[in-house]
């Protein structure tokens, strides 16, 4: 039995530990890439050199030479895909409205080099085998073509079981088109196929008369073939399969649990202000992290957090649903590794699929590293009622997902109104805990055991089928892939802005604190300003149009100081209705008597000092439907000419070349 154990064994490890090694090289950072392609590229010459002078050596030495060259030819291919050198032509994700043959297509693009490579490496191999009595290699660089290209398919046509953490950064984009399903039409044939196959080499490899030679040959193979058949399993069935590849993410540094707290709530209800209330009482010891998603290309709330003690990532243009997701995914990924955090929090933009977040939290490589996840839905007391009226399907869902309400600006209402929204709430959700707010502080405190979620993947699920429908885009997940593929890679709201002439009060990120900080903006898109440093061209977002509850969005950079009343008076006007139906408006200027920034929520707008950092650009944001961007565009270029546009152009020159704003970039 040693003629077929010693074989089956050489295989099992050789091929285990050449995966292993390929993992982790391209766990390494992108710098060494180049170092060990060029090692990869020599071991392949080698192995082709190998290939040829065993075609000829029908021994049991020159079998186990010719698997080995083999294995290695193959290395190479995976290598290069990984590192990102040949993959194709396609480095972007597939729209999430694609589907069918087209969806295909794209897949095809992002690996189609790398699929010619291996052809081209194919007929080399061929070539150089050709009419020697040792196939071996020739076998083995086939059976492995085989494996990759039915793991490709079928984690393309979707299985159960995607082990994501192998998919390294620089190819995050082939998560789109990889499905997640309980199986696929396809994977009985593979797994079928390879089985028939499997029994051929066994019976060729125990037949009587075969030679020690022809045993260890076929062994090799046929062991090939059975490591296809259970990665195959490992796509479908529940096994550890991430756990055989462990050696391999060692290179990615090891990963530090943390706690999670995401701060959720329509648009104006004081998120950012409930944020900094959070910050301001946080434990300075713990290392924490905000991640902050504003809808729209020119984040606001980031600069309004920072300063408050903690590292501030932004994710900018978007509603952290849909493609965002695959983005929020890799971000919080990339932020674990690098930064490490004992406390990362959240603020999804006011229009964010909370389903679709804690989906994205609960992923198997985000999942593992959770040791817990609160989850605090922050409620405008004041708009509340008319906005569920209008979107009741967006606030059920909310309510159903939410352990804890923070009933916020309840000064601004009376005590009847007050109760009426409690009372409604409670509707919505009997085991919420209701806590009273004002500028986002609670009164009685939070218990933050009370804010723990009990999300189940089947809420999310039933929660997206139900009310994220998102202008079409269908609900289901794609995520990543493990070793054994390289990878082919609420309802619409009828909603107007809602107005509170409460004199005096003024909420969210507006006032009571005036210690904000910004930081730099490089992730955002820019746009152009004229040789007149008024930025009259077309700076506004027409790039954000999705049909994400009925709303867009409005965003420019501003090229020069303003003045603060006759902003006041703009912003009173947009407060109006003038330029459409406005849910949200925010953003930071300069004066001449210093910064400010300024906000529109619940029809109210108000302005307030702000404390920027020497890279901070004037940059203005508006959330709403039916916004007349060309309006929009003309008032706040007018606000910078009357304010004087030749001192505003060389006041801030320097702040916007040092961001990269100019040249601008255009959607």
């Not at 950072?29 to 392949?44: D, L």
């Not at 109104?417 to 009372?423: A, N």
Request: glycine share 10%; net charge negative; aromatic share 8%.
């Amino acid at each position: 039995m040693t003629e077929y154990l010693y074989p089956a064994l050489f295989a099992l490890g050789v091929w285990w530990a050449s995966t292993v090694l390929i993992i982790y090289l391209d766990g390494l950072p992108r710098w060494t890439f180049k170092y060990s392609m060029i090692g990869a590229t020599v071991i392949f010459a080698i192995s082709l050199i190998g290939l040829e002078r065993t075609a000829g050596d029908a021994t049991i030495a020159g079998a186990y030479w010719a698997f080995t060259f083999g294995l290695l030819a193959w290395g190479w291919q995976e290598m290069s895909f990984y590192m990102g050198y040949v993959t194709g032509s396609r480095k972007q994700p597939c729209p999430e409205d694609c589907r069918g043959w087209k969806h295909f297509g794209h897949a095809i693009q992002t690996s189609l080099y790398h699929e010619l490579a291996i052809i081209a490496a194919a007929v080399a191999v061929v070539w150089l085998t050709w009419g020697g009595p040792n196939q071996i290699g020739m076998w083995t660089f086939m059976v492995l073509w085989w494996m990759h290209q039915s793991a490709k398919l079928n984690v393309f046509l979707g299985v159960r079981n995607l082990n994501e953490e192998f998919l390294p950064e620089h190819l995050e984009f082939l998560k789109s088109f990889l499905t997640k399903r309980s199986m696929n039409l396809l994977f009985p044939f593979s797994v079928t196929i390879s089985t028939v196959i499997t029994a051929l080499l066994v019976v060729a490899a125990m037949a009587e008369g075969a030679s020690a030679f022809e045993r260890a040959g076929y062994t090799f193979l046929a062991v090939l073939m059975g490591l296809a058949i259970l990665e195959h399993w490992m796509l479908v069935l529940p096994m550890p399969s991430g756990a055989i590849w462990a050696p391999g993410l060692k290179s990615r540094g090891e990963r530090q649990p943390f706690d999670a707290e995401i701060v959720v709530g329509f648009l104006g209800a004081g998120k950012t202000t409930t944020l900094r209330r959070m910050l301001a009482e946080a434990d300075p010891n713990v290392k924490t992290v905000v991640l902050v998603n504003d809808f729209g290309e020119l984040g606001i709330d980031g600069s309004l957090l920072e300063g408050q003690g903690a590292d501030v990532v932004e994710l900018a243009n978007g509603c952290i649903c849909c493609s965002l997701r695959k983005d929020l995914s890799a971000q919080l990924r990339e932020v674990v590794a690098r930064i490490k955090p004992q406390r990362v929090l959240i603020e999804p933009s006011g229009v964010a699929d909370v389903a679709s977040l804690l989906r994205v939290l609960h992923e198997r490589e985000i999942g593992d590293l959770l040791r817990s996840l609160r989850l605090y839905t922050v409620i405008d007391a004041g708009a509340f009622l008319r906005d569920f009226a209008r979107m009741p399907e967006y606030f059920r869902l909310q309510a159903k997902l939410a352990p804890v309400f923070i009933l916020n600006k309840t000064d601004l209402v009376t005590p009847g109104e007050c109760e009426t929204v409690r009372e409604t709430l409670t509707a919505l959700n009997p085991a919420a805990e209701i806590l009273p707010a004002r500028y986002g502080v609670v009164e009685a405190g939070i218990d933050t055991s009370t804010a723990l979620t009990t999300w189940r993947e089947t809420e999310g699920v039933d929660a997206l089928d139900r009310g994220h429908s998102h202008g079409g885009h269908a609900g289901a997940a794609r995520n990543g892939a493990g070793p054994a593929a390289d990878a082919v890679a609420a309802t619409p709201a009828e909603i107007s802005a809602h107005r509170h002439d409460h004199n005096g009060h003024d909420h969210d990120a507006r006032s009571h604190d005036l210690g904000a900080h910004s930081h730099g903006h490089d992730a955002h898109a820019h746009h152009p300003i004229d040789a007149g440093g008024n930025g009259n061209g077309h700076g506004h977002d027409h790039a954000h149009e999705e049909a994400a509850m009925g709303f867009s969005s409005w965003s420019r950079h501003l090229a020069g100081p303003v003045d603060a009343e006759r902003l006041r008076q703009t912003l009173a006007v947009i407060a109006a209705g003038e330029v459409g139906e406005i849910a949200r408006m925010k953003g930071i200027v300069r004066s001449r008597g210093g910064w400010l920034r300024f906000d529109v929520a619940g029809g109210w707008p108000s302005i307030a000092a702000h404390l920027p950092t020497p890279s901070e650009a004037p940059r203005a944001l508006a959330i709403g439907r039916n916004l007349d961007m060309a309006r929009l565009d003309q008032i706040f270029a007018d606000l910078v000419a009357e304010a004087g546009p030749a001192e505003g152009r060389s006041a801030m020159a320097p702040a916007l070349d040092a961001q990269g704003l100019r040249p601008a970039i255009v959607h």
